[in-house]
């Protein structure tokens, strides 16, 4: 029987006050943490656990913190990517409403870990509720001891701040993040050096997602082994999942890594609006390969999708119904990228802009039948040319769309109009 434990009390309006998540067990892993366990022995045990990034990369987290120098005199930092911007995604903000100090505790081990004194968590501009939140939370925190200097008699010190972005999707990329902190244009850097060895201020810096941090207790709490016992082996542990849509029930669900996605949008998501057949599916936030309503017998884990030419990402699982235009669709998600762009990279912000505008074209039944080979040679040309992967994001959904909705395309251009939307 799966037991959920990152939204078990996420509707208890007390769930955001530190009594009520100490009586719940809330700080006992850093408490265990500090009293018990070295820095080294933490990284250990979420490395054993195989604690892949929820963020959308899936790398694992032990090995990254493992990343950062022992013998470097510089300070080290963590930084909590709470950026959360990927479309169809929504389970960050879930958890730093709805259970705060699980994500501050999860940030404080994993800072004890990799030597760190100082966290940042960096959110959304637009979270401003979220903001307020974490805030009162981290107040608490000093008020208990759990944060401030010896804390509980260890000797360790942290403090942990709140800084809040200014509402872009390119600062949701590690090094953007980092930019962005230190007060500049948030233009991602090349890599190497990672942010592990030269981060935020040239110091070691760890980026995590919030949802990655926040499994971390129960890691610690239950060991790694409990951990793995949930879900495939090589994606494990508890995981949250976005459903939107064309869906009876969207939200957010918690289940074991690799549920059927199939399970997932017909029992949990009660299957498709106004039982309408489904056309499609974007198993992982905007920026993965589309799959057809033929595809989604497959588990949702990193390696399952990789398989099926697709990505879990941020698990923002986005249902398509039959009456969706799919060139619209793909118009409203380059339009997305185009906007986000930060405009670095050549092929990012030329290709974006010019594939938006190709697409328009011929979703208003003024586009050619070489528009459509231009539209793929473009994508080709913008995917893994660019500094950070949201190039990739933009093009691979015009590559995926293209390949697996092309007659679609070409009735746009056949018909000179949308064959699903007479309005356009």
């Not at 963020?55 to 120098?69: D, L, M, N, T």
């Not at 093009?395 to 007659?407: D, T, V, Y």
Request: net charge neutral.
């Amino acid at each position: 029987m799966f037991e959920k434990v990152l939204t078990k009390n996420i509707k208890i309006p007390e769930s955001r006050d530190i009594s009520f998540y100490q009586n719940t067990g809330g700080y006992k892993a850093f408490e265990k943490v500090l009293r018990n366990m070295t820095p080294d022995q933490v990284i250990d045990e979420v490395r054993q656990a195989n604690l892949r990034g929820r963020g959308g990369a899936g790398f694992s987290a032990g090995v990254k913190w493992s990343f950062v120098p022992k013998t470097n005199e510089k300070p080290h930092y963590l930084l909590c990517n709470a950026d959360e911007s990927e479309p169809g995604t929504f389970k960050d903000r879930l958890l730093m409403t709805g259970n705060p100090h699980l994500v501050l505790e999860g940030n404080m081990i994993a800072a004890y870990a990799i030597r760190a004194h100082v966290a940042y968590i960096y959110i959304r501009g637009e979270f401003v509720e979220e903001a307020t939140i974490l805030e009162k939370a981290i107040a608490q925190a000093y008020q208990k001891g759990f944060l401030g200097k010896n804390i509980l008699g260890s000797g360790y010190e942290l403090d942990i701040y709140v800084h809040r972005g200014a509402g872009a999707y390119i600062c949701g990329e590690e090094t953007g993040l980092i930019e962005s902190l230190e007060g500049k244009r948030g233009w991602p850097r090349i890599k190497p050096p990672f942010p592990a060895v030269a981060g935020v201020w040239q110091c070691p810096t760890i980026v995590n997602n919030v949802e990655t941090l926040a499994c971390v207790p129960f890691i610690i709490e239950r060991g790694a082994s409990w951990f793995k016992s949930i879900g495939p082996e090589s994606s494990p542990g508890p995981k949250l999942y976005c459903l939107s849509g064309h869906v009876k029930k969207p939200g957010i669900y918690e289940l074991p890594s690799g549920i059927n996605l199939k399970e997932l949008i017909y029992e949990y998501g009660g299957g498709i609006l106004n039982d309408k057949k489904l056309k499609a599916v974007i198993p992982g936030g905007s920026s993965v390969p589309v799959l057809t309503a033929d595809e989604i017998d497959v588990a949702m884990d990193f390696d399952s999708l990789a398989k099926a030419g697709s990505m879990l990402g941020s698990a923002g699982v986005i249902v398509i119904d039959e009456d969706t235009c799919m060139v619209d669709a793909l118009l409203n998600i380059t339009h997305f990228y185009r906007h986000e762009s930060c405009g670095q990279c050549t092929p990012c912000r030329e290709g974006t802009n010019w594939g938006e505008r190709i697409l328009r074209k011929i979703e208003h039944g003024k586009g050619e039948m070489k528009d459509i080979a231009l539209l793929e040679e473009l994508a080709r040309h913008i995917n893994f040319r660019t500094i950070c992967p949201l190039g990739d994001a933009a093009a691979m959904p015009i590559e995926s769309f293209l390949r697996k909705f092309r007659p679609e395309f070409e009735a746009h251009v056949q018909l000179g109009k949308c064959p699903l939307n007479s309005n356009l």
